[in-house]
């Protein structure tokens, strides 16, 4: 009489434990390592790596039935300045874009393009930013599963470092009224559990977006914070730190996550074996919750 009780226990216990993600953490960190292996070469823009991560990515959303918001899913730009590449070479941002119920759009973007290798070292870039790429593949899945209530485009940008050039392209390429796009929301860095905190930045410009957040479930042991953003914040601002600066420029509103530079920041060390899995699906699901939030309460009032 007990056994089938104790069964039915364990996989109600089973089922519940991996019902608290809203997608397969094991995939998630799979997918992470895949772009943060030896075969991408650190994804360094107009490198044959950065190009994998490019056909990688663009695989995934033809496998989930995500539509291109561009030919071939892929928006190429030039990087022409001084500084940066020299071969005229440029970049590929590639973008999918998931219909809503209205037409107001929610860019959620990641940069795939990394460092690349030099000097015999290869900058694998797990943490920055195969974190937030492989975070931004998740939802598209969840999301063409779920329709939200706004068309949301997924921008994997190419040159974050060199500039922000990708996302620069973009928000100059596209009409950003005749889009409707009212928010921009971007990972980079979400994957290292360091301290157990990841930060939102950006609701010092936006305090309306703040409540969607705080409304999130929390897991134990996780820390959500805001911050980095705005005067107080000195040296340590990070609105103009990565992609979403460009949409900020453009006064889009937008929301940032991320967790504060370890000792592997933009170094050889920078490896899928330091990830911290159980952080990196906490920080996915509270990401993916805040979107969820954000897409419900955003033009209510
Ligand atoms: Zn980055």
């Not at 044959?48 to 695989?59: L, T």
């Amino acid at each position: 009489m007990k056994k089938p009780f104790l069964s039915a226990l364990l996989i109600f216990s089973a089922l519940f434990s991996s019902a608290q993600y809203s997608f397969d953490p094991k995939k998630l960190a799979q997918e992470l390592k895949e772009l943060s292996s030896s075969v991408m070469d650190g994804r360094k823009t107009g490198t044959e790596g950065n190009r994998k991560a490019r056909v990688y990515i663009i695989d995934h959303l033809k496998q989930t039935g995500i539509e291109r918001y561009v030919p071939n899913y892929e928006q190429p730009f030039s990087i022409s300045q001084a500084g940066s590449l020299t071969d005229g070479t440029g970049g590929v941002n590639v973008l999918g874009v998931i219909p809503g119920k209205k037409k107001e759009t929610i860019v959620i973007s990641a940069h795939y393009d990394h460092l690349g290798s030099r000097d015999g070292k290869t900058y694998f870039g797990a943490d920055d930013n195969a974190s937030g790429t492989a975070a931004l593949l998740a939802m598209a899945e969840y999301f063409k599963k779920n329709t939200p209530e706004h068309r949301i485009i997924l921008a994997f940008f190419d040159a974050e470092e060199i500039g922000l050039r990708g996302s620069r392209y973009f928000v100059s390429a596209t009409d950003l009224m005749k889009e409707n796009i009212v928010l921009n929301i971007n990972m980079d860095m979400v994957a290292r559990g360091d301290k157990n905190e990841l930060y939102v930045c950006g609701t010092y410009y936006h305090p309306n977006l703040k409540p969607a957040v705080e409304s999130v479930p929390k897991f134990e042991g996780f820390k959500l914070l805001f911050g980095h953003d705005g005067p107080s914040s000195g040296e340590d601002d990070w609105t103009n730190q990565s992609d979403q600066g460009s949409f900020h420029a453009k006064k889009i509103p937008f929301l940032y996550f991320g967790v504060e530079d370890h000792p592997d920041y933009h170094r050889a060390t920078d490896t899928f074996d330091k990830i911290n899995q159980d952080f990196y699906a906490k920080s996915v699901e509270t990401i993916l919750q805040s979107v969820k939030a954000l897409d419900r309460s955003l033009n209510q009032n």
